[in-house]
């Protein structure tokens, strides 16, 4: 099964994990699915914490099934994108300093971190 892994960096882990846990149950609650989502432990380093969320491919799918137009009209060129800027507008709303990207993306670019 085909998985979009996140890599997270944050400055609060535990309330970052919680709602990102938080959103992603209801997502799952909203398009009947479960077990569609792993919170990674995190990592600390220069004042941040870094972790990674897997999301199945097929939760996202059907997010963007059950959005419709709205979810076209998110930023991003591919669902992946588009999912990630829904994510990170959930965590804005939250107050949270977090940033999110698309793990292989990093690992494949030749700037390295953001």
Do not use: C
């Amino acid at each position: 099964m085909s998985r979009v892994n996140i890599n997270v960096s944050a400055t609060d882990y535990d309330k970052s994990s919680r709602e990102i846990t938080s959103t992603l149950t209801l997502l799952e609650e909203m398009v009947h699915e479960t077990d569609g989502f792993v919170v990674t432990d995190s990592e600390f380093a220069f004042g941040w914490h870094f972790f990674v969320v897997s999301v199945r491919a097929d939760l996202v799918q059907k997010l963007a099934d059950q959005m419709g137009h709205d979810f076209e009209k998110l930023k991003g060129k591919t669902p992946e994108k588009k999912f990630l800027f829904w994510l990170q507008q959930k965590m804005d709303q939250k107050g949270l300093r977090i940033k999110f990207a698309i793990k292989e993306e990093m690992e494949s670019s030749k700037f390295g971190i953001f």
